[in-house]
């Protein structure tokens, strides 16, 4: 819908600016000079021009017919009972004109062509300057007014029909009165002389203008129209007073100059009407512009509001998604634990008692078994054993995934050495064993994890390489760019590197039990604690070549003096 | 002054092989077992069954976790909560490797928190040590 029915956006509520001020004061002092200086000619006798009315009230009708719609045009959008009592103010004018000009003598026809008589034309002129005022008095008493609301009752077109129709009606009406009834009316000319009466009549009129003229002054605030409205008034003034008050009758200096001020004066509303639809048509271009540039930025907007709702949307599924995972999660990893606590508890007590009979049976009962009925209760209790060291390494390796970090600077060196000496000791004093321990940079880590490493490799080193006279064994480490590599390389039996990704699961082993005990465990221990360090861990090894374990981890970060002390 | 432990254990195999190792590093020494905590707290605090001839605290107390009615952690704690048995050494004897049963038995106050090994024999030694060192090396603070 239109949005400028905010006042001062159009003419008949646009407020004037100084610059229309100016022009109109200009326009009016010019016009009463002009008349000031026409006056003393004003009785001068020209002679009759006999095209000079039809062209002049032509010229006038359709000046007025043309202000009369665009003043009905403003009042369709508007709406506003004023304008349109305006508008059909200047379309009685218009046909007022047309009228006038069907009865003056001499011009269609000797005595007009409407019938009528001498009087017939006088008279038609009177109620025609005098019914204009009366319009524009109308106007201005209705405009402004707080009741003025638009005119809802009527549809716009509906309105302004029935506006013509008035219109017409009433000049029909005052036609017919001026012609058929002229001879109950009093003479305003007679031989081509006033009559008092004429005087009297004709001063009257002007006295309307001059009414009109004051109203519209009086009533503030005075709108672009209601200026040029005025100026209009002054014209009319001018006008009637030379063309009808201060002549001496038709075809004088008076007649023809106050008729030119006529046309000015319906000519100045229009061209201020003609300018304001263009500057109406300017802004409408604009504003439809602004409009289709707001309307594509809403397009916009709404594009990108639906591309945010759908993004929100998704966003809760997906928060929605992850609770429940992480819920399912937590209730899986509680139940993980239940189950491994079951183990650690409930798994180990059959298998001590297993044991423990045994042993029991063995203590109590050996002289009355053979040598086949001991070994078999030996294999029963080493099966218990194992079973019992499975569930150890089991639990272990699960602890050590739930298990929180506690990552500090460790001193590899030291711990490389404790755990070497540890296990060395372990093993019989008459093993030959040659430990080469290198240089060791210092890493971020969890100590106890990587403790569990060092045992696990070192001990594995000891281990295969058992058959060996010396068993030799190589740790170092070494910077590698952003990470610290750290190896343990013997010279044992070794593995197939075909087997090499069988190495770090959980229970495989190379070897059968008879040759190297274990429980398969220790090496996919170790890998998941070098992973959760951000590492990884590999194996390089031939068929009785020996074999070397690296893993790497991330290096410690520089060492910042200030933040250490 | 009669000594005696008191050792709360539900699995008889178990509490078979306990009793074998404190009877062979203590023969003298009177050893009451009781199957779950309810019993104990009972025995501990002279109730129920043991109302009319409430015994004697004993020099230790061997305390499984996993046990009916009431576990071996509730036991703790209401042994704690008594004045009479604040003071009363207990060593928890389980087969919980559990890193959260550890830190919550020492919490409550245990003496001690002894992991029962599968090997018979290492689990025979380890109640024997037990026995001697809290029979007759622990000092503790009477009542």
């Given at each position: 819908?239109?949005m400028?029915?905010?006042s ?28 000031l ?66 009865t ?8 007009g ?17 005098g ?19 638009p005119?809802?009752r009527?549809?716009?077109?509906a ?8 219109v ?30 004429g ?8 006295g ?46 008076g007649?023809?100059a ?6 000015l ?35 916009q ?13 998704l ?8 609770r429940?995972r ?76 739930r ?13 490389v050495?404790?755990?070497a ?7 019989p ?8 321990i ?21 001990s ?28 343990v ?20 082993r ?5 040759e ?10 170790s890998?998941?604690?070098i ?23 991330p ?11 | ?13 178990d ?31 002279g ?25 071996g ?5 209401a ?8 003071w ?29 090994p ?26």
């Amino acid at each position: 819908m239109f949005m400028i029915h905010e006042s001062g956006e159009f003419l008949a509520t646009l407020p004037p600016d100084s610059r229309d001020r100016r022009l109109a004061a200009a326009v009016v002092l010019v016009s009463a000079a002009v008349f000031l200086a026409a006056v003393p000619f004003a009785k001068t006798p020209l002679p009759p021009i006999g095209p000079f009315i039809p062209i002049y009230e032509t010229a006038l009708s359709i000046n007025d017919l043309i202000t009369a719609v665009l003043l009905f045009g403003q009042f369709s959008i508007l709406r506003v009972r004023s304008l349109w009592v305006l508008a059909s103010g200047y379309l009685f004018t218009a046909a007022m004109t047309v009228a006038h000009a069907l009865t003056f003598p001499g011009v269609f026809a000797p005595s007009g062509v409407l019938g009528g008589g001498s009087q017939s034309t006088a008279w038609m002129y009177s109620f025609w300057h005098g019914g204009f005022p009366l319009w524009v008095i109308a106007y201005t008493l209705l405009k402004g007014r707080a009741d003025e609301a638009p005119v809802p009752r009527l549809h716009p077109r509906a309105a302004i029909l029935s506006a013509i129709a008035a219109v017409l009606v009433t000049v029909c009406g005052l036609t017919v009165m001026a012609t058929a009834g002229q001879d109950a009316l009093p003479a305003i000319l007679l031989n081509n002389r006033y009559t008092p009466s004429g005087t009297v009549i004709l001063s009257s009129v002007w006295g309307l203008s001059v009414l009109a003229l004051i109203i519209l002054w009086r009533r503030r605030p005075h709108s672009v129209l209601d200026l040029w409205l005025m100026v209009v008034m002054c014209a009319w003034l001018f006008d009637m007073a030379l063309s009808a008050v201060l002549n001496a009758g038709r075809y004088d200096f008076g007649f023809y100059a106050g008729r030119v001020y006529g046309l000015l004066a319906a000519s100045f509303v229009l061209i201020v009407l003609l300018l304001e639809n263009g500057a109406l048509y300017a802004r409408l271009a604009d504003s439809y512009r602004k409009l289709q540039y707001t309307r594509i930025l809403e397009a916009q907007i709404d594009e990108a509001k639906r591309t945010e709702a759908v993004t929100h949307r998704l966003n809760a599924e997906l928060e929605d998604r992850v609770r429940q995972r992480t819920a399912e999660l937590t209730d899986a990893n509680r139940e993980l634990e239940a189950f491994s606590y079951s183990v650690s508890h409930d798994l180990r007590a059959p298998l001590r008692a297993i044991d423990g009979f045994g042993g029991k049976l063995e203590r109590g009962y050996a002289e009355r078994l053979d040598d086949e009925g001991r070994r078999l209760l030996n294999v029963v209790r080493d099966s218990a054993q194992r079973m019992g060291a499975l569930i150890d390494d089991l639990l272990a390796f699960s602890r050590m995934g739930r298990r929180e970090m506690v990552v500090a600077p460790v001193n590899m060196a030291g711990l490389v050495r404790a755990v070497a000496d540890e296990l060395r000791s372990r093993e019989p004093t008459t093993r030959a064993i040659e430990i080469e321990i290198g240089e060791l940079p210092t890493i971020a880590g969890d100590m106890a994890m990587l403790r569990q490493v060092w045992i696990n490799l070192l001990s594995n080193a000891l281990k295969f390489t058992q058959p060996r006279t010396p068993a030799r064994i190589e740790i170092g480490g070494q910077c590698d760019g952003g990470e610290i590599r750290y190896w343990v390389k013997d010279n044992g039996v070794g593995f197939d590197m075909q087997y090499a990704d069988k190495l770090f699961g959980v229970f495989q082993r190379l070897h059968a039990f008879d040759e190297f005990e274990g429980t398969g465990v220790g090496l996919a221990l170790s890998q998941r604690i070098i992973r959760r360090h951000g590492g990884h861990i590999c194996a390089e090894a031939a068929v009785d070549g020996g074999a070397t374990f690296s893993f790497t981890l991330p290096s410690l970060p520089p060492v910042n003096d200030e933040a250490a002390s | 002054m009669t000594t005696s432990i008191l050792l709360v254990e539900d699995n008889p195999a178990d509490a078979e092989l306990t009793l074998d190792g404190l009877r062979e590093a203590l023969p003298t020494i009177t050893v009451d077992w009781v199957k779950d905590g309810a019993q104990a707290i009972d025995y501990l605090f002279g109730r129920a069954a043991y109302t009319a001839n409430p015994p004697p605290l004993p020099k230790v107390v061997l305390l499984d976790l996993r046990l009916p009615k009431v576990d071996g952690l509730q036991v703790l704690k209401a042994v704690r909560e008594e004045a009479r048995t604040r003071w009363l050494p207990i060593v928890v004897l389980t087969s919980s490797r559990e890193e959260s049963d550890l830190v919550r038995s020492y919490e409550l106050g245990s003496n001690a928190y002894v992991v029962k090994p599968v090997d018979s024999e290492k689990f025979h030694e380890a109640v024997r040590m037990l026995g001697l060192f809290w029979k007759d090396l622990n000092q503790t603070r009477g009542e």
